[in-house]
C-alpha cells in the first residue's frame, strides 16, 4: 500500500531553514510527480511546491518562490522541501503529497516560525 511518511518538521525562529523529508512506499517513485501541501490553523490546505518524477519540472507557490525548494532523490524514494528564510505565516502543518490516480497524503509534520 502507499505510504508516505514526512520528517523535519519543529519550532525554527524567523529567519531560520528547515528540511522536510518524505519517505515514499508502495509505488513506483519515479514515475510519479510528488508535492508538498501545507494547511495554516484556520485555512485552507495550499499547494506549496510541486516537482515531477524526475524532478526537472517544478512549481512553486507565489509565497515561497526564491525561499523554498523542493527535490527528490528517485534512488532512496524521497522527496524533500527545503524551506529558508523562514517565516511566521510559514506556520503550519506540511503534507507529502504523491500523485498517482489519486492523490495520497501523508499524515503531516509541525513547522512553526516564531520568536
Known amino acids: 500500500q502507499v505510504q508516505l511518511v514526512e520528517s523535519g518538521g519543529g519550532l525554527v525562529q524567523p529567519g531560520g531553514s528547515l528540511r522536510l523529508s518524505c519517505a515514499a512506499s508502495?509505488?513506483?517513485?519515479?514515475?510519479?510527480?510528488m508535492g508538498w501541501y501545507r494547511q495554516a490553523p484556520g485555512k485552507e490546505r495550499e499547494l506549496v511546491a510541486r516537482t515531477n518524477n524526475v524532478g526537472g519540472t517544478t512549481l512553486y507557490a507565489d509565497s515561497v518562490k526564491g525561499r523554498f525548494t523542493i527535490s527528490r532523490d528517485n534512488a532512496s524514494n524521497t522527496v524533500y522541501l527545503q524551506m529558508n528564510s523562514l517565516k511566521p505565516e510559514d506556520t503550519a502543518v506540511y503534507f507529502c503529497?504523491?500523485?498517482?490516480?489519486?492523490?495520497?497524503w501523508g499524515q503531516g509534520t509541525q513547522v512553526t516560525v516564531s520568536s
Open positions: 508502495g509505488f513506483t517513485f519515479n514515475s510519479v510527480t
Open positions: 503529497v504523491a500523485f498517482l490516480v489519486r492523490m495520497y
